[in-house]
């Protein structure tokens, strides 16, 4: 029997009868501690319930938006995404269409899980779990009905089951193949892997175990942490953009390149003792699924079969030699040496003997002739780290050996010809360099044949959980620690850290908090940020202090002072909107609503009743500002 359709402002009356349709009517019992859960405890009335994820969603037809909270979202067809699904399908192959798919979903899951982790702070564990579930349905993918789900936090084991009703991948995939031989909810399994992964902070992996594409009544799924599953690798392999990009956590690397399906788990030969040079990098394991870390990797994958000169630019810390040693790996030059060398290590009297090499005598103890790094890396690749702090002289030097293709040793009276594939990487912008004049304009084109932009991590958030569940298992083998995983309090403070030092300050962190936390016990933000790190991010939440009006109040991340950082850009905010950000310890807390409706009327009026500039003033859409006032019923004198 066809079910009714609701609008957004149904949804607000009918909260409960749509959070049972969506979950099933379970007994409310007390909140659980914060951490782990069990769905068998959770109460329809928890917030965030499907009436409070609705009030997210804005229409703004003015200027042809959408918005989810502070996502931009679009109405589509499904016979449109339909069509280009069958597109995928029929010109790259049912293998990469499954994982570009996949890998789509698990963005949109990892965003929604952001969404839900900044909009409710001090959402319970299971109710922020279960958002999930509701925000699936509001957005038109599928209905879930939730089998069981559980989390235990002190093993760091996460246990779900579902069941998937209305799949519109399923109406689309049979409607052009009809009934097949295997699972196709392909995004839909990437968007739960994403949303359960982000929201705790270590990988959990999502398989179809039944499917209406592939004759079953309805659509099964199982989610576990990816520890748990006995072959998770055919599941991980779809979101990796390329193949030797690795998804899973360094638990898992030695089972999975055990298998004899794929040659290695990165995709690339496995290097051995008698190799001429080993990797550089000390977790060869490349991890990511954001689209601006797979936009680095097809590029990556683009050059490597050329002999083409490669600049990775990026701030420090984002992986530029990890980059610098896989595209050495998977080009043909992967059985000749690779050579690494920082510029900023050599001392300017040392740069020419280095590169080029010296004969003996050439000057006071050159007691033997030694090849420089050009000779070292014939036939392979040289790697030139940070190479915007050579001196003007050094470059000179480069360039020449780099247009002739030959070196000359330093007391040497004849040249050596070299055959050499060069990589540079640097953190500076070297056409503004060449501007100030202390880069060489010509050795920048010469360099300059294929860039490579690597993005910061704040700009691929969605590779945090990943991140942080592959560098606790590392940390743990390489310490012998038992750390079951990261309590919701460390999670939540990772996502809101800004993370200055980008990959090697979370790599940095994790191994800190590995050697901090008990046997046994989560990590704890107070683990991680030990070292008097600030958070420059921290959660937003509204109160009411006595008749001083609403307050804003910021929940950072403390630092080994057990200070904690408001958000410059919400205390400016704050202060245009006439309201004071009020001391860390407050005495009285009023509910949610009265608060928001006391700062609304307070930016109304300071605004003159202007909605639009005291929508600016909150720092929300003019849309948002009018369904809140009409929320409370407050009028706008005209």
């Known amino acids: 029997m066809p079910k009714r359709r609701v609008s957004l402002a149904d949804l607000h009356r009918t909260a409960v009868g749509q959070g049972q349709a969506l979950l099933g009517t379970v007994p409310a019992e007390a909140p ?18 499907v009436a409070d994820i609705s009030e997210c969603l804005f229409f703004s037809p003015g200027d042809g938006r959408i918005w989810l909270q502070d996502q931009r979202m679009i109405l589509l067809h499904s016979q449109a995404l339909g069509s280009l699904r069958r597109e995928l399908i029929d010109s790259i192959g049912l293998d990469k269409a499954r994982g570009l798919l996949t890998r789509a979903g698990y963005v949109s899951g990892a965003r929604d899980a952001r969404l839900v982790r900044q909009q409710w702070p001090d959402a319970e564990p299971t109710a922020a779990a279960m958002a999930g579930t509701r925000l699936h349905a509001l957005e038109g993918v599928v209905q879930v009905e939730v089998v069981h789900a559980r989390y235990n936090a002190e093993l760091g084991e996460y246990d779900g089951e579902f069941i998937w009703h209305n799949s519109s991948e399923d109406d689309e995939h049979i409607a052009a193949y009809g009934v097949g031989g295997s699972p196709a909810c392909w995004m839909q399994v990437g968007y739960a892997t994403g949303y359960v992964s982000t929201l705790f902070g270590r990988m959990v992996v999502f398989r179809e175990v039944e499917c209406r594409s592939s004759g079953a009544a309805h659509c099964r799924v199982v989610g576990k942490s990816a520890e748990r599953w006995d072959d998770p690798e055919q599941d991980l392999f779809y979101l990796n953009a390329q193949d030797f990009v690795g998804t899973p956590p360094a638990a898992l690397a030695d089972k999975l390149l055990g298998k004899a399906r794929r040659a290695t788990y990165l995709g690339v030969p496995q290097r051995t003792a008698s190799d001429a040079s080993p990797a550089p990098a000390n977790h060869t394991t490349m991890v990511g699924a954001s689209s601006a870390f797979n936009a680095a ?52 009297t040392l740069v020419e003997s280095e590169l080029f090499g010296v004969e003996r005598g050439a000057y006071t103890g050159a007691g033997t002739s030694r090849p420089g790094r050009f000779e070292r890396a014939h036939g392979g690749t040289l790697f030139l780290d940070e190479i915007g702090t050579l001196s003007l002289v050094a470059q000179g030097k480069l360039l020449r050996a780099l247009q002739e293709g030959e070196v ?14 060069l990589v540079a990487a640097t953190n500076v912008d070297l056409r503004q360099a060449v501007r ?23 700009e691929r958030r969605d590779d945090i959980p990943l991140l942080m569940s592959h560098f606790l298992a590392h940390y743990q083998r390489k310490h012998q620690r038992q750390v079951p995983g990261f309590s919701q309090a460390a999670v939540k403070a990772m996502f809101h850290y800004p993370f200055p030092g980008n990959i090697r300050e979370l790599q940095n962190l994790i191994e ?4 901090l936390a008990t046997d046994g016990e989560p990590v704890e933000p107070h683990h991680l940020f030990a070292g008097g790190e600030q958070s420059g991010g921290g959660v937003m939440s509204l109160h009411l202090q006595g008749n001083s009006g609403g307050t804003l109040h910021a929940q950072g991340v403390a630092g080994a002072g057990g200070a904690v950082q408001a958000p410059q850009a919400a205390a400016a905010a704050s202060a245009r909107a006439g309201v004071a950000l009020a001391p860390a310890a407050a005495p009285v ?28 003033l909150l720092g929300i859409s003019r849309a948002t500002m009018a369904y809140r006032l009409r929320k409370f019923a407050i009028g706008v004198e005209r």
Do not use: W
Not at 32 to 49: N, V, Y
Not at 512 to 515: D, G, K, S
């Open 512 to 515: 800190r908090a590995v050697i």
């Open 589 to 616: 807390v009023a509910p949610l609503h009265q608060a928001e409706e006391q700062m609304l009327r307070q930016a109304l009026q300071s605004a003159g009743g202007n909605v639009a500039l005291a929508a600016r």
């Open 408 to 421: 000359e040793r330093v007391g040497g009276t004849r040249t050596v010809r070299v055959d050499v594939r």
């Open 32 to 49: 659980r501690a914060l951490g782990g859960f069990d769905t068998h405890g959770i109460s329809q009335h928890t917030h965030p319930t």
């Open 297 to 348: 990797c097809h590029m990556l994958q683009r050059v490597a079969p050329t002999a083409a000169t490669v600049l990775f630019t990026g701030e420090s810390g984002v992986g530029k030699e990890m980059f610098a040693s896989m595209l050495h790996r998977i080009s043909p030059r992967s059985s000749q040496p690779f050579v690494a060398i920082n510029c900023a290590a050599i001392p300017e």
């Open 436 to 458: 100030e004049g202390t880069f060489r304009e010509d050795l920048f084109y010469r360099l300059n044949v294929f860039p490579i932009h690597l993005p910061p991590l704040r």
